[in-house]
């Protein structure tokens, strides 16, 4: 008579040497479905208020530079950074290293494209419309980033959409880089001290799941490594 071992799921406390979804060793202590706070606070009412409260705080206060310095410091890709910094915080995608070199990666890449089909001085998609060498910009700049943040593990899925709006004509001279990333550490570090004040697990740079199994993770700003 044959026994069927117990079902486990990947975040199984009992499983040993396992990985996470992102390649990096699991710490089931804070990754199980059990034990993944969101937003601070609990409860789905206190999760939808808190989530409004710091994203019309974030997105404000960056319309509110992008207003008094007439500088590009809000952008589509901020408001998907913006929900996992603050939804998903214990996520390794919403790391401060993960968030601030990824939209680097993205950034960076969209320039190498914008350059190889020498649309670096072109207008923007919406004035010169699409052409081919769009077409070759915007899959290039793609293809790099996705590659580049996997072969980093350096997953941070909006820097996908920030690539894009730079191999697409929206932002693409030195100045608007420079204020896209000081964007993203502005979004980082208002995250860091939500999170402090509320007592929910952030990390200070690398994500929990690279952090060794003996670091407490229920400290919201665990030693950096």
Known sequence: MSTQAPAQDE?????????GPDGGDQHPSWT??????RVPGEGRLAETLLGFATSFTSAGLMATLALVLQRPFIFPSLGATVFLLFYRSKASAASPRNTILGHLIGAGCGIISLAAFGLLDAPSVFVSG????RVGATALSLGLTSGAMAGFRLPHPPAGATTL???????????EIVVLCGAIGIAVALA??????FG?????????DELPQTQDPTSPTPPAL
């Open 11 to 19: 975040y199984s406390t009992e499983q040993s040497g396992t990985r």
């Open 165 to 175: 709006i730079v191999s697409l004509g929206l932002l693409t001279t030195a100045e």
């Open 192 to 197: 860091a001290l939500t999170h402090r004040i």
């Open 32 to 37: 199980r479905a059990g034990d993944d706070p």
């Open 130 to 133: 699409m052409t081919w060498s």
């Open 200 to 208: 929910t697990p952030y990390p200070r740079w690398r994500p929990f």
